[in-house]
């Protein structure tokens, strides 16, 4: 555990490094998140100038459940971006070689290659529309709903991660896998708006097949009502973990599928 | 006329050729905004329901939907990453090879491009206009497609597809300064889809902002063939927002070239 901490550190620093060389682009790419966030909130308010209530929900409920799904999502940005790499060009092009050869777990080694600031875009908005949203939404602040929330959120992250992890390894089979990863994570747009707006079918895919409800909606839903931590919480929790041990499984399978592309 | 198509039409086979080698990408991104169009229906749903049904803001949901599919169907027409290929040829050097040879550098560009967007038309415009006459017809119960419209898309389409290639052009000329392409890309994408009205009407937007962007090259980009399409414009202003068009695809030409010359005199190319 201790040998991969010091090797985490190691990459992380190189990383670091290399946004201080370039720090222009680091600028444009968190600036860039930023904007897009803008566009999306911009939205809301118009929506706002027009009606009271959005499905029950108050303008600073909607804010609060859009800045909430942008948490674990900057959060999955920042650490594991590397995973669209090897969808969409580092198996095609049989760059992936160098992550078996080399002495440390080779899923590791992917993540722990690039740590992508330009996350601070969405991780910014997102804390910023909590502090901003949180006085008026009607929380029910308690040590509870607040410590459960906090715990939720790593683990919301996990099913992102996980969704990439799953997506990612079918280019073993496929060469490259970047279309799929795209189709899949662009299904966390239902994420930012409560869930009840959407039809049945839509609400039974974002809830149990794509879960992405549960990265934003459900744990917003806990801290705005209060009740039934164990679906949001503990559903959150469980869903993670499953998608976490499919998608190592995938990974797994997808390795021993590899084959080097010649280049 | 002749010679010249004889010396563009390849560049045109090029692009289709492109466009079919990385069909699943390209099958990737159109999902992807299917998926959003989908998010907004819901969402713009939700908000006809809280506004107690009927109009809001002058569309109706049936108005709604034809918005938001059809401004995302053109935005994938008017897609242009001349701008970020340009920046990668620099940068490999490959652009050597295309100043080399005996053909204008822009159009090169531009007959690779047209072969994609007319592939996109084929696959993409004509199913989604065929798809949403069909919802339009089963939600009235009358047949509302007016050709004449039609028309007047295609036309303001081909005229935003020129605005949205001379500014992809001048957007760039930023990668020769800056090397986050994909950051770039998304500041891109986010800016013009606000701007050009594609994201949020901007018939909903407060007055003094509408009156601006309206007249800004990106509305031009997009809302204007949607609102074309819709019938949303009276006789006289048909034809004041196409003369816009046309003076903003006339302004951004020459400032495109007026770049572009400025900068392939400082072209340095290492290594290669």
């Known amino acids: 555990m201790r040998r991969i901490w010091k090797i985490y550190r190691l990459l992380a620093a190189q990383n670091l490094k290399r946004l201080m060389e370039y720090r222009a682009d680091f600028l444009t790419g968190a600036v860039s998140f930023l904007i897009d966030q803008a566009v999306g909130i911009a939205f809301i308010f118009i929506i706002f100038t027009q009606i009271p209530q959005l499905a029950g929900f108050t303008f600073e409920q909607v804010l609060f459940i859009y800045g909430f799904s942008q948490i674990p999502k900057g959060l999955d940005h920042l650490l594991s971006d590397n995973l669209w790499c090897v969808g969409y060009f580092i198996v095609r092009k049989g760059d992936f070689d160098k992550y078996l050869i080399r002495p440390i777990n080779p899923l590791f080694h992917v993540i722990a290659e690039t740590f992508q600031i330009d996350a601070m875009g969405e991780l910014i908005v997102g804390i910023g529309l909590l502090i901003y949203a949180s006085p008026n939404a009607g929380l029910h602040i308690s040590v509870w709903t607040v410590l459960l929330s906090i715990i939720a959120v790593p683990f919301a992250a996990l099913i992102y991660t996980s969704l990439k992890i799953m997506t990612a390894a079918l280019a073993f089979w496929i060469k490259s896998s970047g279309f799929i990863i795209q189709m899949v994570y662009g299904m966390n747009e239902f994420a930012k708006y409560p869930t009840t707006i959407y039809s049945l079918p839509v609400r039974i895919l974002v809830t149990y097949i794509i879960p992405f409800a549960f990265t934003g909606y459900y744990l917003s839903l806990y801290l705005l009502t209060g009740s039934d931590p164990w679906f949001s919480i503990g559903g959150v929790i469980l869903v993670s973990c499953v998608l976490f041990a499919i998608s190592l499984f995938v990974w797994k399978k997808g390795i021993s599928a590899y084959e080097s592309a010649g280049a | ?272």
């Open chain 2, 1 to 272: 006329m002749n010679k010249m198509m004889r010396r563009y039409v390849p560049f045109m086979k090029a692009g289709i050729q492109t466009l079919i080698t990385y069909r699943l990408n390209f099958l990737g991104f159109v999902i992807g905004g299917l998926i959003y169009c989908f998010v907004m229906f819901y969402l713009w749903r939700s908000v006809f329901e809280s506004n107690g049904g009927g109009m809001f803001l002058g569309f109706s949901m049936t108005d709604m939907v034809i918005f938001l599919f059809l401004s995302n169907t053109t935005g994938q027409l008017i897609f242009s990453s001349v701008g970020e290929q340009i920046g990668e040829e620099i940068r490999d050097g490959s652009i050597t090879m295309r100043l080399l040879k005996p053909v204008n550098t822009d159009l090169s560009y531009l007959f690779a491009e047209l072969g994609e967007v007319l592939m996109k038309v084929i696959v993409l415009l004509i199913p989604m206009v065929l798809g949403l006459e069909i919802y339009r017809f089963c939600v009235t119960g009358t047949l509302v497609f007016n050709p004449v419209n039609f028309l007047w898309y295609l036309l303001s389409a081909a005229l935003a597809y020129l605005i949205s290639f001379r500014v992809n052009l001048c957007f760039g000329f930023i990668a020769f300064y800056v090397k986050n392409l994909w950051g770039i890309g998304i500041l891109k994408n986010s800016v013009i889809g606000f701007l050009s009205g594609s994201l949020i009407p901007l018939a909903f937007m407060p007055e003094g902002l509408r009156v601006c962007l309206e007249y800004l090259p990106f509305a031009s980009m997009n809302y204007t063939p949607v609102m074309l399409y819709m019938g949303k414009y009276a006789a006289w202003e048909i034809l004041f927002r196409i003369g816009l068009q046309i003076v903003w695809a006339l302004l951004l030409f020459g400032l495109s070239k007026l770049i572009w010359f400025g900068a392939i005199k400082k072209l340095c190319i290492q290594g290669g």
